[in-house]
């Protein structure tokens, strides 16, 4: 993939994304329900590991911290990684644990039938997070939708980020929040998701989701509330309405970039990559001074990047189509 660290935008620091490298099972068989379905299709997955992929295609230096199996799934996703120019270094192996896996159908109802089979990405412990040198990374990325659920990821997961309160590192925060996976506890999801969003310097989440964390009733209610209860500057993606940027208890909206979609699937955790990107080249006291209008073009960007995820068929496939040639 390209690692073009000549470009205009500089990709100077080295990014770490922690959480789930995980195996997305796509039952083909259209409206079929997984207990129905006989044809699947393999693809590399997890939030986080979507964004350290989005990140090295654009030209920067992503690092992945997640634990898989010693299975095919887990040699597959290290394979992919590196194949982007992803540093696996701190992707663990367990011997123990197979490599996790979701598998999902759409229903003829928009439904989704999903199924969650946990294994080694919730084994990820504070030890193996606490062997990491901080000092080596610009930015930290938190976008994990499993590390809120009951393991050791969970604990190593808010280990790491109160690691990086006296360090000079940004922080960065994705909620991906994943309602099929919290249907019966999401009260502890959003609690776990204030503490992030409150020590962050960076969040971006859905329209669904800000309403869900503040119970607003309006996407502008929520950001209120964003503003008043955080300090970082925020992005609400509103699909085709564009996405809000919450800067300074400031909102401004950035209109998104038209497209005729074929799949939507990776285009925020492209966005967030492409934000990381952008930063990536710059120390932390150079991101506090970013002004408003310097934002909006980090974020007119990533909406370029999310829109050109959405003209591919898989989130890894569409990255591949993905350089910083898009934001010229």
Known sequence: ?????????????????????????????????????????????GAPTNVAAA????????ELAAKVGVDPFGNHLIDVMREFGVSTKWVIQDPTQFTTFAFVSLMENGERDFYFNRGADGQLTEEEINSIDLSE???????????FLPGPLKAAYKTLLNKTFEKDI????????????????????IEQSWYFMKH????????????????????????????????????????????MLGFNDQTIIIESIPVKPVDTTGAGDAFVGAVLYQLSNKDLVSIKELSLNEWKHIITNANKAGARTCEYLG??????HLNNQIFQ
């Open 55 to 62: 990140i090295s295609a654009l030209g920067g230096q992503a």
């Open 137 to 147: 990374y610009a930015i930290i990325h938190f976008g994990s939708a499993t590390g």
């Open 315 to 320: 989130a890894m496939e569409a990255f591949k």
């Open 1 to 45: 993939m390209n690692n073009d660290t000549n470009s205009p935008l500089g990709a100077g620091g080295k990014i770490l994304c922690i959480g789930e490298a995980l195996i997305d099972m796509i039952c083909t068989d259209k409206g079929s329900p997984l207990s129905d379905g006989n044809n699947f299709l393999k693809k590399a997955g």
């Open 170 to 189: 940004f922080v960065s925060f994705d909620p991906n929040y994943r309602q099929l996976l919290f249907k019966n506890d999401t009260q502890t999801f």
């Open 200 to 243: 962050c310097h960076f969040f971006k989440v859905s329209d669904e989701e800000a309403l869900l964390l503040t119970g607003a009733a309006t996407v502008e209610e929520s950001a209120k509330i964003f503003s008043e209860k955080t300090i970082a500057v925020f992005a609400i993606t509103l699909g085709k309405e564009g996405t």
